[in-house]
T-cell receptor
Framework: GQQLNQSPQSMFIQEGEDVSMNCTSS?????WLWYKQDPGEGPVLLIA?????ELTSNGRLTAQFGITRKDSFLNISASIPSDVGIYFC?????????FGAGTRLTVKP | KAGVTQTPRYLIKTRGQQVTLSCSPI?????VSWYQQTPGQGLQFLFE???????NKGNFPGRFSGRQFSNSRSEMNVSTLELGDSALYLC??????????????FGPGTRLTVL
């Protein structure tokens, strides 16, 4: 199926800044997931969202499941150098699971 | 609890050969999915196995096949390799509880290079 629309494609930020990225789709999903992938490794699950409107935090990370069920965003507060990597969103409904193309985050010390 | 393991981590093959990749899910997980990741196409779903049965299949040619064993370990096979098959192949397992079924835990992947 068609992949999700994830933006921005890349971000260059200064350490300490906040970051925001989002995913949108023309289809609805029952679950939104956010992953982080380091070079040469598999994606690691950061946050899972199960209900429209749900806002969930994991340390400095906060993600929301959009009310329309067609979008989700991820915020990272007070970025640090180890936040560097590629962040992926994923939407899931039934047997359909789709991924965004990823947001490549670079954090300058 | 050990994570998802994949072997081998790196593989180099030549066109026309075949390859078998292995995945051991997290203990207790019965669903195993396979993905192909390339810079151009991103993450693309290959197939999912649950209790030794293929439950879902992506849009890949028949050269890509898989199976799952009774201990939930899974293998993926690619026959007649093409240059375009060079990619990171990721395996992911899901917990059996209905509430968290959608959460997939990925292995480190197998980097396949086809020359």
């Amino acid at each position: 199926g068609q992949q999700l629309n994830q933006s921005p494609q890349s971000m260059f930020i200064q350490e300490g800044e906040d970051v925001s990225m989002n995913c949108t789709s023309s289809s609805i999903f029952n679950t939104w997931l956010w992953y982080k992938q380091d070079p040469g490794e598999g994606p690691v699950l950061l946050i899972a969202l199960y209900k429209a409107g749900e806002l969930t935090s994991n340390g400095r990370l906060t993600a929301q499941f959009g009310i329309t069920r067609k979008d989700s965003f991820l915020n990272i507060s007070a970025s640090i150098p180890s936040d560097v990597g590629i962040y992926f969103c994923a939407g899931h409904i039934g047997n359909d699971m789709r991924f965004g193309a990823g947001t490549r985050l670079t954090v300058k010390p | 609890k050990a994570g998802v393991t994949q072997t081998p981590r790196y593989l180099i093959k030549t066109r026309g050969q075949q390859v078998t990749l292995s995945c051991s899910p997290i203990s207790g997980h019965r669903s195993v999915s396979w993905y192909q990741q390339t810079p151009g196409q991103g993450l693309q779903f290959l197939f999912e196995y649950f209790s030794e049965t293929q439950r879902n299949k992506g849009n890949f040619p028949g050269r890509f096949s898989g199976r799952q064993f009774s201990n939930s370990r899974s293998e993926m096979n690619v026959s007649t390799l093409e240059l375009g098959d060079s990619a990171l192949y990721l395996c992911a397992s899901s917990p059996p509880t209905a509430a968290s079924y959608n959460e997939q835990f990925f292995g480190p992947g197998t980097r396949l290079t086809v020359l």
